[in-house]
């Protein structure tokens, strides 16, 4: 989709009712419900992170999305693809703030091009006890990327088309923290696997775009 075009949906994307947990589910693995039974409690004590789904254009002016591929580390993320976000710190004035300034650091868009649209819903992740909040955002120039070298392998450029075909939809077997070789629904772009948190998250930006490009 051609980003002109993109930027004029803006008014349907702040204004749709968000399709949260029924858009989550979809790509939630299996394990995922029985770790989560007391998810409210948990939520109480937990850490608040956020995180941003970019969209900006390409050369060609073409509406793309960034994810990045987290450094290989000792933690229960290595490794994996995610958005640009990270946790809240004092300086922080808000979640928004937050994923405005992760996102300059991890991939280099400046804070002053990134503007936010609106939030969606959030979202616990139990392995780290983080309580993730994602924005959908865009840059409307072509961002020159920067990656954060200390924790960010590297920068993964998602055209939206690719992003809402459905061929993306995949189910693979993984190895997580709980246990080896469990299948899981998964996107795939570019030869990326991505699942787990990142893919339910990614899963209600899709249906929300999907509603207002398709309605």
Known sequence: ?????????????????LPAEASQVKMSPS????????????IKTARKAAVMALFYPNKAHETMLVLILRNTYKGVHSAQIGFP???LEPEDSSLKTAAIRETFEEVGVPEKHIEVWREIT???IEPSHFIVQPFIGIAE?????????????????VPLTEFLNEKCVV????????TSKIEVPA??????VVWGAT???????????KEVCYP
């Open 1 to 17: 989709m051609n980003f002109d075009d993109f930027i004029k949906l803006r008014p349907k994307i702040e204004n749709i009712p």
């Open 122 to 124: 959030d979202i616990y």
């Open 141 to 157: 120039k072509t961002p020159k990327f920067i990656k954060q070298d200390a924790e960010v392998d590297a920068i993964i450029e």
């Open 171 to 178: 189910t693979k077997t993984v190895t997580t923290s709980y």
């Open 187 to 192: 996107f795939v772009f570019q030869g990326y």
């Open 199 to 209: 893919a339910m998250m990614l899963s209600e930006v899709k249906d929300i775009l």
């Open 85 to 87: 976000g990270g946790k």
């Open 31 to 42: 394990f995922r419900e029985n770790l989560t039974a007391d998810r409210k409690t948990k």
